[in-house]
Nanobody
Framework: QVQPVESGGGLVQAGGSLRLSCAVS????????MSWFRQPPGKEREFVAA????????VYADSVKGRFTISRDNAKNTVYLQLNSLKPEDTAVYYC?????????????????????WGQGTQVTVTS
């Protein structure tokens, strides 16, 4: 029922920017906490950013604070991740994940086990 689909990945030089999008099917997008995780080659999947149902409460991994921004448009059933000042260590497959949440403005979770619905991922490659 909930099917996230990521887009917007690509190849970019260090210091450059990308904007990732995640479109979610269905009529319950406003009931979902949304998040982004990433998985570098040969490494475990790690938390990047998350946003509450209302869009007013966000949380970021320390490694991306000040560089990445998560946002959502509930009218478009879409969540975004703006990636600025990219570094080679940001290279990874980026995944969008969703979870039904009762609290509209609660602090989003950062543990991947909290999320039930995952996209296929989009590749981000940053060259030095």
């Amino acid at each position: 029922q909930v099917q996230p689909v990521e887009s917007g990945g690509g190849l970019v030089q260090a210091g450059g920017s990308l904007r990732l999008s995640c479109a979610v099917s269905g009529r319950t997008f406003s009931l979902l906490t949304m998040s982004w995780f990433r998985q570098p080659p040969g490494k475990e999947r790690e938390f990047v950013a998350a946003i509450s149902r209302s869009g007013t409460n966000t949380v970021y991994a320390d490694s991306v604070k000040g560089r990445f921004t998560i946002s959502r448009d509930n009218a478009k059933n879409t969540v975004y991740l703006q990636l600025n000042s990219l570094k080679p260590e940001d290279t990874a497959v980026y995944y969008c994940a969703s979870a039904y949440t009762s609290n509209r403005d609660g602090t989003p979770k950062t543990d991947r086990v909290e999320y039930d619905y995952w996209g296929q991922g989009t590749q981000v490659t940053v060259t030095s």
